[in-house]
Each structure stands twice: as C-alpha cells, then as structure tokens.
C-alpha cells in the first residue's frame, strides 16, 4: 500500500529549519484586561462597525429599562436623541444598585457593573424572573464602545451620578443629594467615532421604530419619544415628540400593521398565556392576508424577553407546529381531513402576519447579538400554551375557519402544482415547452413586441388564428365564462381548468411569485364580443388579473381589445362602429352620399370574416386598443368596488344596482 512505502518517522521530527528572528514566547501572549477585548473586537459583541451595529447599542440599554418593565418595577420609559448626537435612556424602575459591591469593596455596584464584563443581577434569577439583557455584557459593551457615557440612578430619595469615557471611569460615584419627586436609571451615552467612524449617528427613524416596538411588548408601558428638530434630514418623517401605550399589546400592534389590508378572517387570532411559577409566558398576535406585507408574502416577527429574534427560534418552530395541528384537526371535525393531509407548516405560515413573544427565565440565544432562540423546551412550551386557544378560536367561528382552512389547502395544491411544473420542466429541458393543446403560438420566441389574444370561445378562436399576424400574435380561445376569482376559495382557483390554461400560457405564477420577467409575451389582450357576455367575461378575466397578477397591469401590458358593434355601408364606402354612439356619429359625418346606408349588428367575433377582424381589431396599424389601469389615489375605492360588484356579497350588489339603477339606459337590440 502507499502509506506502507512512507518511510516512518516521529510526529514531532521536522526537516524545517528554525529561523531565531521568528521565536514565539510568552512574551507573545497578550492579556486583555476589563473591557479591552470589546474595544478590540467589537464585532464580537454588537456584530461589527456599521450602522445596524450603532443602533444595537441602543437596544441594548432600553432593553435593560424593559427587563424592569416586564418585572413590575416600572410604568414608564423616556428615549430622547439630542442634536449632539447624545441618546439618552430613562426608566422609573428600581435604579442601578450603589452600595459597595461585595467581591470589590471599592467600588460601588453601579462601576463594576459598567465597567466589568459578566457582572449584573440577571444571573441567580432572584432580581430578575426574565430578563432581555445580555447578562451583564450589554451595558458594559456600550460603555466600551461610546466615547462619552453618563449614568443617572435616582435610588433611596438620592441622586447619583457617574461619568465615562470609552469604559474608563471619569471620577467615582458622586452623590448629587436628595431627590423625592424620582427614581430609576437614565443612561446617556454617544457612540465611539473611534470605533465607528467619523459619520457615525443615530437615524432617527430607526429609533422611533425601535421605540414604538417596544411599547407594543408590555401592554400599559408608556414610553416617551423626544429627539431634536436639528437631529437629520430624515426628521420629516418622524414626530419631534410622541407618546406610547398600546392596552392590546401585540393584537394592537399587528391591526395597525396590516392597516387596510384584506384578511381571510376578521378577527385577529390573539393571545395570552397563563404564567406558572417556573414556567415561561407566550403573547401571540395572528392573521392572513392574501394581500402580503409590502415586499413579502408573510410578516413573522417574534421576542424573547422583549428582544427581537430576526432568525427565529425554537419559539417560532412551536407555533409552526401548533397552528398546523390545530388545522389538521379542524379539518378532521368539518370532513376536510383528506384534503388538508397536503398541508405542511410552510403552507399554513404563507401570506401571514404573526408577532410572538416569550418571557423564560434562561434564554439561550445564537451568538452575541441574539438574533436566534436556541432554548428546546421553549418548543414544547409555546405549543401548548398556543394549541387549546388555537382550537376554541377555530370552534366559535366554523365560517371563518373554513374559510381559512380552504385558503391553506389553496396554499399547499398551489405549491404542489408548481412543484409538479418544476419537476415536468426539469424532465423536458430539452423537449418542446408544455402549453395549453388550444394555443395557437407566435413562432417569435424573444416576447419583444408579441401580443397574446384571449378570445371568449372557439369560434372567435378560430376568426382570429386566421387573422392574426403568425409571427407576433398568439391565440388562446377560453370556454365560456373563467371563474369568479373574487368569490372562489384558493383551492378552486387552483383546480380550474380554464385559469391553469391561461397560466401556462402567459408562463407566469400567481400572486406574489407573480414576475414580469416569466412572461412569455409583451402585451396581454383580452378580446370579447361588443355585448354583454362579452362585457362579463372580460370583467372576470380583469378581476382575476386585477387579484393575482397586479404587476401586469401596473407595467402597463394588460388591454382590452375595441372590436365592432356594427357594420355600416353606402355604396362603396364601410365603416365599422364600436357603439350606437359611434354609430350615428358615422352616419351624420361619414356618410355624406345618397346612397342607402345598410347597418348590420355583429353578433359575435366569431361571424366576423378574418379580413374584417384583422382590419378593425388585430392589425395594429387600424385598431383600436384600451389599456387597462389601476386609479392608484382611490385605491380604496377601486377595491370596495371589486368586492361590491364581484365578492360573496349579494346583497351589496343588489344594493349597488338600486343606487345607479337610474343611470341605466334602455339598448334596442
């Protein structure tokens, strides 16, 4: 073997000579002393130098207000950012200690507590049940990292006060005198340039948005919000002072999130945990939105002890698991169960909005900087204080509940189906693209100036494959009437056979995988007849983009093609009309001669001759187009009215009809 013809020598023997101006001795070794190593390494503490990094210390010390909050110690918090670039942090709680710490009798508590690494009083679990702070680092780390820091305790009827520069002390603890209208702890404090850089600053949007959150965390907490009018530019935008209380906690917070926005249900799923001695507490606030959350299609921001896990956890993977049993379960009850065994906890969590919030004694979190919860029991725990409400909440309202479970079950069949074209697309790379057996294609393959034409039926399909230009214009005949988006669950919608056609066609996904770059053609015309089938069925072909593909009409690609209504002859002259308006608008300025003028009425595209088709609706050149827009400044109002005309409701549209019922004309036919 190779190894065997090695020739055998020690491990330690080595032919490298040892060159004398490279020795490595104890006199090597560094020993980093108090809070050294953090101004070192900062990276190691906060996560770096930029700017997500500044405004984590001052997460760090309001969370410190906040452990006293959640403990009971106090109502009220102030944040105030001053034109010096200074942010100061003030709470009512029972104030830092300053009596003489034990293991260092001279010094007061308040300094070892600044200025010593793994000092505080969050270990032993007697000050504090839970806490949010970094276990005696937090504040030590801001003190590092900040040029100038000052601390105010106003504790037994007396001021106290100390000062800091980049973690070394000023002077000692000074005694101000008596005070009896205050207590608690303010710390103010400026950030390292040093460390950060010279433009380093607070943005004062951030810490308004930071602030207001975690008021949302402890229901009744009032925090004061104060900075400077000179603070930065961005102060437009954020209010010079503001004042927070939210009674609803996170129920209050997630309503003001979705703001407008459509939910499956109309009532938040919210709650509260029960806490036992010794056991944690869950806050949870829950709703589905079709609608999405801005850029994403879901909202999921959950806490530990008041402080924001942006990765997750193990708290987040209990509710995963409790929302999708307590579904499988519903389903089980309503006679739904073999429909929803498809569905999996990323079906239930799309297009959702979920705050949660646990409150344990010990959290394990994922590096420094707390961004993941590792603690394994918190699983359990948030499962089953969310499971039983879950269950009851489901149980009071069998309508909205099955309305929601029908949403999930659209979810997962929609991500099947994807999985299924993914799967077909990987299988057939190299065969001709799948498309629906009645679309009659361009030849062009790049969508650059190609048109696709949904038609209403075969026979206007067939009118139109003929006078189409084959290069550039597609054809895509649908059968009647394509369902009602508007009043149809997902999973209908999933499983029509006219819309899966229409998206294979475009090659486009729904919803907000919707992306301009997957369509397969430049313009979208929908073609019906000049009547009121026609008008009905490009209603619904609208809804349906209107609600699921939004971008299309947005990027200015969706039309409606003018096709005409009547024929008009004399003589030798045609004419052709789009309505009865249009019409005698040709007879008295067209029509000059005096000849007889003939009127025949189109029935349909289909008993159009192709030529005639291609001259007034297909050839670009003598068409007529109307594109499709959105009116963005009613907004609302468009919205109100798609659910007016085209939702479950039908007692709105019966109302809708007697209020414009007069507007109504009589069409001789």
């Keep these: ?249 996170l129920s209050d917070f997630l309503k003001e999130t979705l703001g407008s926005n459509i939910t499956i249900t109309p009532d938040v799923f919210a709650g509260r945990s029960k806490k036992e001695r010794g056991d944690g507490r869950v806050e949870w606030a829950i709703a589905w939105s079709p609608q999405g959350f801005g850029e994403a299609d879901s909202l999921i921001r959950s806490y530990c002890n008041t402080v924001p896990t942006p990765d997750g956890g ?57 961004d993941r919860l590792f603690n394994t029991e918190v699983a359990r725990l948030v499962e089953n204080a969310v499971r039983d409400p879950f269950d009851h909440w489901l149980a009071s309202s069998p309508k909205d509940a099955t309305r929601l479970l029908e949403y999930v079950i659209g979810t997962a069949n929609e991500r099947l189906r994807r999985k299924k074209a993914r799967d077909v697309k990987r299988k057939s790379a190299t065969k001709k693209l799948r498309l629906p057996g009645k679309l009659a294609d361009c030849s062009r393959k790049d969508p650059t100036d ?50 899966n056609d229409l998206m294979m066609a475009l090659g486009a996904e729904l919803g907000k995988k919707f992306d301009l770059e997957d369509l ?18 490009a209603a619904l072909l609208i809804a349906f983009f209107y609600r699921y593909m939004p971008g299309l009409i947005d990027s200015g690609r969706l039309y409606m093609a003018m096709p005409p209504l009547y024929k008009i002859t004399q003589e030798a002259r045609t004419a052709y009309a789009i309505d009865d308006a249009h019409k005698d608008d040709i007879i008295a300025n067209v029509m000059t001669g005096r000849g007889k003028i003939d009127i025949s009425r189109f029935k349909g595209l289909g008993e159009m ?15 007529k187009l109307a594109r499709i827009t959105i009116d963005d400044e009613n907004l609302p109002t468009t919205e109100a009215l798609v659910e007016t005309l085209m939702g479950k409701r039908a007692d709105l549209r019966y109302r809708y009809i007697q209020d414009h019922a007069q507007f109504v004309k009589t069409i001789d036919i």
């Design 520 to 537: 397969r053609y430049e313009h979208i015309i929908i073609m019906t007849d000049a009547d009121v089938d026609g008008a009905h069925i």
């Design 314 to 370: 193990t708290h987040e993977q209990g509710l995963r698991a409790a929302l999708t049993k307590g579904l499988r379960a519903y389903a089980d009850i309503s006679g739904m169960g073999r429909k929803a065994s498809v569905i999996t906890p990323d079906d239930v969590m799309h297009s959702v909005g979920v705050l949660l919030s646990v409150f344990i004694f010990n959290p394990e979190f994922q590096g420094q900087t707390k």
């Design 1 to 249: 073997m190779f190894m065997a013809a090695l020739e055998k020598k020690d491990l330690f023997e080595t032919d490298v000579p040892v060159n004398r101006g490279d020795e490595y001795s104890a006199r090597d070794i560094q020993v980093l002393e108090g809070l050294e190593p953090i101004r070192l390494r900062p990276g190691m503490y906060i996560g770096g130098t930029d700017d997500r990094a500044v405004h984590h210390l001052f997460a760090e010390v309001i969370d410190n207000s906040m452990d006293e909050a959640v403990a009971g110690h106090a109502s009220r918090i102030e944040v105030e950012l001053e034109a010096d670039g200074f942010l100061s942090v003030t709470d009512n709680g029972r104030g830092i200690p300053v009596d003489p710490h034990p293991k260092y009798p001279k010094k007061s508590a308040l300094e070892v507590i600044m200025t010593e690494l793994h000092s505080g009083g969050k270990f032993s679990g007697k000050a504090y049940e839970t806490s949010g702070g970094l276990h005696g680092v937090g504040v030590s780390v801001v003190n590092a990292l900040s040029d100038m820091l000052e601390v105010e305790v106003a504790r037994n009827k007396n001021l106290y006060s100390m000062k800091f520069s980049q973690g070394t002390p000023l002077g000692r603890l000074e005694n101000i005198g008596p005070i009896n209208n205050r207590r608690g702890t303010k710390v103010r404090f400026r950030p390292d340039p040093e460390i950060f850089g010279p433009k380093a600053k607070f943005k004062p949007a951030r810490l308004f948005r930071m602030t207001r959150a975690k008021a949302y965390l402890q229901p009744g907490l009032e925090i004061f919000w104060k900075c400077d009018p000179g603070t930065v530019e961005e102060l437009d935008t954020v209010p010079h002072e503001a004042v927070f209380q939210f009674p609803g906690g």
């Design 609 to 623: 001759m192709a030529k005639q088709l291609k001259d007034t609706t297909m050839n670009p050149d003598t068409r």
């Design 450 to 499: 190609t048109e696709l034409f949904i038609v209403e039926g075969d026979s206007a399909g067939g009118s139109a494959k003929q006078a189409r230009n084959r290069e550039t214009q597609a054809v895509l005949p649908l059968r009647g009437k394509i369902l009602n988006v508007e009043s149809a669950s997902m999973d209908k919608i999933s499983r029509n056979a006219e819309i």
